[in-house]
């Protein structure tokens, strides 16, 4: 685990980092879990989906894509959730150093943002999010049921003799699937029959530095560096 002694001379060499995101998006919250965890100062900008925020011409000069999280960093913005997680964790110890093993993290994200997220996060945001959601998506709940329950049962089948997705520890593969799967039931998934993802999800929790979704950066001081 990251030391405080490590973490002090090595973010002051870092750049300054800014961060748009929505409190109450899954994908916004894997960034603020892992710079939670990194201890690494950021500023947080709030970006308000629901009034629209994110479509304004000056959010979109920054991301054409009008989506949240943004990460802002030397002069660039880094758009895509999990691709922000592979930038913050390089040279940390929640993206492994094989290269098998780093390719394997990058399966588990591929596989959240391709089958996990479409079913899961999607049904959460408009059967729970969204005001008159479920009339307006009526016929797409089916098959978030379908792709959602697919996704569950692909994980629960390999974390049936694991503690987390890749090697002995957790890596951003762990927090990117975190993120959705711990509100799985707001979009009306049960995890009843999922004794190994519910599991996996206490180890998560359980771990150092954890942070739930509320959390924002103002509401935890950072350790004075060494």
């Not at 479409?118 to 049904?123: E, R, S």
């Not at 729970?128 to 792709?147: A, C, F, I, K, P």
């Not at 206490?202 to 935890?220: F, I």
């Amino acid at each position: 685990m990251l030391t405080k002694a490590a973490l002090g001379p090595f973010w002051r060499s870092c750049a300054v980092l800014t961060l748009y995101s929505s409190q109450s998006s899954g994908n916004s919250y894997k960034v603020r879990l892992l710079l939670a965890k990194l201890r690494r100062p950021f500023r947080l900008v709030d970006v308000d989906i629901f009034a629209g925020e994110n479509r304004t011409p000056e959010f979109l000069a920054l991301n054409p894509e009008g989506r949240v999280p943004l990460l802002a960093v030397e002069g660039r913005y880094l758009a895509e959730s999990n691709a922000i997680l592979f930038y913050l964790a390089r040279n940390s110890p929640f993206l492994p150093d094989n290269p098998l093993d780093e390719a394997e993290t990058l399966r588990w994200m591929f596989f959240e943002q391709n089958s996990h997220e479409p079913g899961i996060a999607a049904a959460r945001f408009w059967l729970s999010q969204v005001r008159g959601g479920r009339d307006l998506r009526t016929h797409d709940v089916d098959r978030w049921m379908e792709e959602g329950y697919a996704a569950l049962k692909s994980m629960e089948r390999h974390l049936l003799n694991r503690d987390f997705f890749v090697g002995e520890t957790l890596t951003v593969a762990d927090i990117a699937l975190y993120a959705h799967t711990h509100m799985a039931e707001d979009g009306d998934f049960s995890l009843e029959t999922f004794p190994a993802t519910r599991r996996w999800l206490q180890r998560v929790e359980a771990e150092p530095d954890h942070v739930d979704m509320g959390w924002r950066p103002a509401d935890t001081v950072l350790p004075e560096p060494a």
